[in-house]
């Protein structure tokens, strides 16, 4: 068992915000594998069903982000999981728009969910960082997460949304690199050119 989860603001009002890229990806690996249905469970939401050749469990938490490590803690002690087959997809404010990258542990870059996480589970989980670019001065961070991605910005979220769907049994797999190359290459085909210099998994130290 995999646990996937997507990282967000629950509520009508904060669907369509850079926060809540993490709950667009996880919906879209859902929807992509036909895994639902969704139901109320360890203070959020659900969905369990097969994924490639494994199982995954995919969790939206309902505590809002800064409270997300209960409902991961929860999940993860029901169902024994070492922090390796948990796999947490949020938004990256260090990445340009529409970059994704693979890490294994590290900084929670002042990332509230990311902190909540580490502090109920330990550090050493899967993160899949989904890139949503700065906004230039630290005091527009707040308004600029919790803002609606901009209609010129969702082709991109939408293609990136897709290439993660198409590749997450490579997730499940463990097979971390390979997922990262193939959504890159999606992106690419779709005329989203990744930076190479981004290719390459980290591996979590610093």
Known sequence: MVLFVGLGNPGARYVGNRHNFGFMAVEAIAKRH?????????????????????????LLPGTFMNESGRAVAEAARFYK?????????YDELDLPSGKLRVKLGGGNA?????????????NDYRRVRLGIGHPGQKELVLSYVLGD??????????????AVADNAALLARG????FQNRVHLAMAAKGFEPNGSENKPDNGRG
Request: glycine share 12%; aromatic share 6%.
């Open 34 to 58: 036909g895994i639902g249905p969704w139901r109320r469970r360890f203070q959020g939401v659900t969905a369990e069903g097969p994924l490639g050749s494994d199982r995954a469990l995919l």
């Open 110 to 122: 002042g990332h509230n969910g990311l902190r909540s996480i580490t502090a109920h589970v330990g």
């Open 149 to 162: 991605f901009a209609k010129s910005e969702k082709p991109q979220v939408e293609a990136l949304c897709d």
């Open 81 to 89: 999981l070492p922090l390796n087959e948990i796999v947490v997809f």
């Open 175 to 178: 097979e971390d690199a390979t």
